[in-house]
Structures are given as C-alpha cells and as structure tokens.
C-alpha cells in the first residue's frame, strides 16, 4: 500500500537567483498582428574578434532576422504595400518577380499573408535552399539558365516579363526599376541606423545587387552626415563598381557569391551616392562567412563575407571612436550545401584542408565501391521525348533533373526542369520539340566506374550536381537516384 502525503513539498525559492523584478527580463514588444509587421528594427551588433586588429568599432546591420530571413524582405513588403496603395494590385492577383532568390521569400511572403498568387523566375545556380523556402510559402518556381544574359531571351527577366504578358491579372513589381525598393531603406534601415548610433556613422559598407539598399540607406545618412564614406561591394565577376577599369579582369565571368552583383547597371542604383568601390573574390568572401559564423556567433551568408571582408580594408583609414556599419544582408540558411559544407568549399578550392580531407576518407562508407551499392536501374528518358512530356515526368516523380539516353542506351547528357520551361516560356523551342532538338541537354557530367570509390563519388558530386557510373557502355545510376 503506498504511503500517504500528508503534506506538499515546498516550492522552489527562485528570488535567490535574482538581482531585481525584472533582472533578466529585456524589453519584449507587445503581440504582433502578422509576421510582415515585425520586419525591420533588426539588431545592430559590434564585432569583437573579427576587427579587433582595427582601432575603429567595426558595427554588423544583421538583416537575417527579418522574418524571411534576408534584407529583401524589407523591399518584398514595401513594393507589395505601395502596390495595394496606389490600386495596382488587388488580392487574387499573381506577382510575379525575377530574382536571386531573396526578394522572391520577401514577396512571397508577402503574398502568402495577403493572399497573393506568386511566381518566382530565378536562375538555376541559386541554391536549393531558397528554392525549398519558396516552396513552402507556395510560390510557382520557373528556373532559367545561370549564363544567360540579362537580356537574352532565356533570362530570368525576360522570362519574367513574357509570363507577365500571357497570364491574366499579374505584375512584376521589379525590383530593379520600384522607387520602392531604395525607399525601404531610405525610410527604414537608415533611420535605425541613425537610431542606434544617434547619427555617428564614420563609414557605410554594403554590397551591391539591384543597388536598392546602398542607394537608399547612403541617401538618407548623408543628408545628415555628408561626410560619411560609402563603400560599394561587388563580386569579380560584376561590372557594377565604378571606375569600370575595377571590373577588368574578370569582367563577366562567372562566381558563386549570390545575391550581390550584375551583368548590368539597375535603374534603383544610384552610383553616384558611392564614394569607394571594392572589388571581392568568392574565396576570401565565403572564408570570411565561415569566419563570422565561428568567431562571432553571425549565421550569415556569403554576401555578408564579401561585405566584411570589404569593410576591414576601408575602415583601416578610420580612427579610434570613429564608427563603420556594415550590412550583413542574409543568412546562412540559403548555403547549408554550399559554403558551409568543408567538402564544397574545399572542392571550389576556397579552403585547403588535410585534416577534412582526411575525415572525408574516414567515414564508414568512403572505400566501398559504387558496384556494392546494387543499384536499380534509374528513370532515364530518350532524346526522342518532348519537352512538354519530359517536365510532365519530372513534376510528376518530384526530379529537377533526369538524365537523357540515346538509341543505343548510352547516357548523353541531363535535362533540367529550368532550362526546359525557360526555353518554351521564350519561345526558342515549342513544348512539342523534343529535348535534343530543343538544344536543352547538357552535356558536361562527370563519368566513374562502377569500381570507384564512394568517397570519389561523393567529392565528383559536389563539383557536378549529377554523373554517371558505366560498366560496358551501359548507365547504371544517377545522383537524384543514387545518392
């Protein structure tokens, strides 16, 4: 028979832990209506170990706490309320937006609280992670080629714009054009930036993509502060900076910093606010994510890298006292497969390191051979098949990709969902052309056979987003299927 309690056990006495009412209680800001109420007012965050070799305060703008994760969620908002204001749009409309990724979360957000259809046109190098977010906020996602052009016909604007023109009751917003867009920051991060340091501001350091966010934030802290220092960031690779000697060499060429930097000027960026421009380079901007992210405790991206990376040089002339703010536009949750994984970042040669090459080695997998894997034969499709047939397919079995054979069963490149529907969407090939007469299969894959090792396997992936592994002419696997 279990004992009788006779009486309750006294209560944890707390007041000993505590200094005061309310020692460990900071100011919590009342119930919020919806989540784009809370965009904004983002923290302002001093460096300590990253500069400490600097006699100025080094300050980081950490726009990854906005509610979609990045500095466009701020434009995202803004462009779809000037929008509803003016009686552009009206709910059951569709938005569409060409982007890097970013400003399509912050509008898709929007649209998703609002009541907005959303299509989102992004180049196929921005990564899955972003793609997955829009997703889930229930946006339409067309992919088009990363090499096109800004103005060739399978750009993500210009397929933009020719969707705009078939589907009824849509608009683009257009970041790149939106006086909105500028007017964000104008009205919004610069005068919390003016807040938080009452106007003491030595230096402003951002990258610059549609230019949006340096334009309107350098506007309005030099209306009170005219002697502020702005300093331009953009990727080699970009021809954004001016003197336009600074984008040579280089010019064009491709790198994998997203978010910052283009292939032409945008209408919202207003060169002449910039007093300085630094040019960066993918490795000393993504080492200096990594950086942040492990001497500072900033989980941001690698927009955020180059931007820091730019200020340590430009704020080498300041002085002690003086401030340096720098915009950290994103998080690192858009790169968990890219820049924060060793084996990528070693693979691109952006780190060189034994000890995680070793560990690569290390694991319990990495000396089986992709023969013992007994692999099924993997969905494949004839050159022969229709476009519109081939992305039925890929919606259907939830691939992005799908390697493509030839009559003999021999594998001659991949097709992607992207490259597919951007070509039909501009007109290059009807959706009834097959994949090899529409031009759409690539064909650079990396070949292993079937003795190699998975650890190979494993780094040729990351380099290549797909291969082959062959014995006697004949394909056995494929990465959406093998790994």
Sequence with gaps: MSPKITAKPPLRDFTCHSTGPAA???????????????????????????????????????????????VKDRIGLRMVEDAEKSGRIKKGDT??????????????????????????????????????????????????????AWDAPDSHI????????????????????????????????ANELIQQLDGKIDMLVAGAGTGGTISGIAARIKEGNPNCTVVGVDPVGSILAV??????????????????????????????????????KDSESLVMMRRLIRDEGLLCGGSSGAAVSAALQAASALKAGQNCVVILPDSVRNYMTKALSDDWMIDHEFIDDDIIKKKRYENWWAEKRVCDLNLNTPLTISRNVRCKDAIALLKKEGFDMVPVIDEEGDVVGVVTEGNMSSTIISGRASPDATVMDAGVIYKKFKKLSMNARLADLATALDMEPYGESFESGVCYSHTQYLL
Excluded at 38 to 50: A, Y
């Design 24 to 70: 460990s209680l900071k100011y919590c800001p009342p119930t919020a209506p919806n989540i784009l109420s809370v965009i904004g007012n983002t923290p302002l965050v001093k460096l300590q170990r990253v500069s400490s070799h600097l006699p100025c305060n080094i300050y980081v703008k950490c726009e990854y706490f906005n509610a979609g994760g990045s």
């Design 95 to 148: 938005l569409i937006e060409p982007t890097s990724g970013n400003t399509g979360i912050g509008i898709a957000l929007a649209a998703a609280v609002k009541g907005y259809k959303c299509i989102i046109v992004l180049p196929e190098k921005m990564s899955k992670e972003k793609v997955d977010v829009l997703k889930a906020l229930g946006a339409e996602i067309i992919r088009t080629p990363t090499e096109a």
């Design 158 to 189: 210009s397929i933009a714009r020719k969707l705009q023109a078939e589907t009824p009751n849509s608009h683009i917003l257009d970041q790149y054009t939106n006086p909105a867009n500028p007017l964000a920051h104008y009205d919004g991060t």
């Design 243 to 280: 003197p336009d000697s600074l984008n040579d060499p280089g010019r064009l060429s491709s790198y994998h910093v997203e978010g910052i930097g283009y292939d032409f000027i945008p209408n919202v960026l207003d060169r002449s606010l910039v007093d300085a421009w630094i040019k960066t």
